[in-house]
């Protein structure tokens, strides 16, 4: 009995959280980062955000699935060139200090994503800062990895 209480309270925690997440889908929106957006301008950024994103999925699909390194390239440029025309298309639809907004918010969002460190879902940064000389393949070493140095 106790253990089927406890599984349920478990399912319970799960679902809640998923609802939690789920009532949240824009989190990285740059929605959130501008202020005094019309509900018109909301509902372009949105659809634009969509389109963007889905884009985005099948070129990383599409690169993913090759190894042709000229080919990944290829794909990498138009994810650029995507990337460019979905902020130009934002950028469009917003006045001149929403504008302002946007572009800090862009340089966080690049800040963040270049200090070396990310930070993984459960909000604990990842650093890969392992040292030292571990055993390898040849099982011969002699030193330690250093997690926090």
Known sequence: MKTTIGILAMVLLVTLGLNTNAQNPKKNSCINGISNLTDEQKASIT???????????????????????????????KMLNTRDAHRKDINGL?????????????????????????VGQSGKKGKGQGKGNGQGRSGNGSGTCRANS
């Open 47 to 77: 659809e634009l955000e969509t389109s963007f994103q889905k884009q985005m999925a099948e070129y990383r699909t599409e690169r993913q699935s090759t190894t042709d390194l000229e080919a990944k390239q290829a794909i990498r440029e």
């Open 94 to 118: 917003l006045n001149a200090d929403q504008q302002k907004e946007y572009a800090a918010w862009q340089s966080a969002r690049q800040a963040r994503g270049n200090n070396g460190s990310a």
